[in-house]
């Protein structure tokens, strides 16, 4: 299935964290919000996303990496890769963006947002169900 979807991200504690070629990054306490895509596979990709050991690749992958960061929700939607930069359209409407995090592949201002609500994307999209021992 071809779709796209948003990891919804619990940062616990402010945190710096280097990211990839983005270098050092501050994260405050809060939820954020994080879209991605897969064409393919989406459930491998999102089962890769839970897991803590994994080799480091996408900029999401090091804010995940880190003990204080935990995902509590994934939103998906059917769609195609375009879909990815117009859902991060519309949470960058109620989230701030952490700058070119997640974006570097498209011109949006980043798919990281530091995000207040959720309920928009519960109208918009079907959450998807997690298994707790997968944290």
């Not at 998906?76 to 879909?83: L, N």
């Amino acid at each position: 299935m071809k779709a796209v979807y948003a990891l919804i991200i619990q940062v616990e504690n402010s945190t710096g964290i280097r990211i990839g070629s983005l270098g050092n990054v501050l994260f405050n306490i809060g939820i954020y919000a994080y879209v991605g895509s897969a064409q393919s596979n989406l459930n491998q990709r999102i089962n890769r996303h839970l897991r803590k050991e994994k080799k480091l690749f996408w900029h999401i992958d090091y804010l995940l990496n880190n003990d204080n960061t935990k995902i509590m929700k994934v939103f998906i939607k059917k769609g195609i890769k375009k879909e990815e930069c117009n859902l991060a359209k519309l949470i960058g409407i109620k989230g701030v963006a952490i700058p070119k995090f997640g974006s570097s592949d498209c011109r949006c201002k980043g798919h990281l947002f530091l995000i207040k609500d959720d309920k928009f994307l519960k109208r918009n999209m079907k959450e998807m169900a997690i298994k707790h021992n997968t944290f």
